[in-house]
């Protein structure tokens, strides 16, 4: 996994080094809480917040955790999780 993201960081032309296991726990909290799909369009949100904020690892830190806290206090079944998917 790691070749593949440094090859799709070069070949996106991205120098930033980010946590990764911080993105994938986020991801499968999202997945189970909120909707398996949800996941992988989350992990854009995140990048796009964080270049919103100028970038960064830190940018993509703090988008990450927002994201993580609201998926961990969505409630099964909610409204708008996944049964609006």
Do not use: C
Not at 3 to 14: N, P, S, T
Not at 30 to 55: D, K
Not at 56 to 68: F, L
């Amino acid at each position: 996994m790691h070749e593949w993201i440094a090859a799709a960081k070069a070949e996106l032309g991205i120098d930033l080094d980010v946590d990764i296991a911080e993105l994938l726990d986020m991801t499968k909290v999202v997945a189970h809480q909120v909707a398996r799909p949800a996941a992988p369009l989350t992990s854009f949100l995140v990048g796009y917040a964080a270049g919103l904020q100028a970038g960064g690892a830190g940018a993509v830190s703090e988008a990450n955790r927002k994201v993580t806290e609201l998926a961990g206090q969505w409630a099964p079944g909610h409204e708008n999780g996944a049964a609006a998917l």
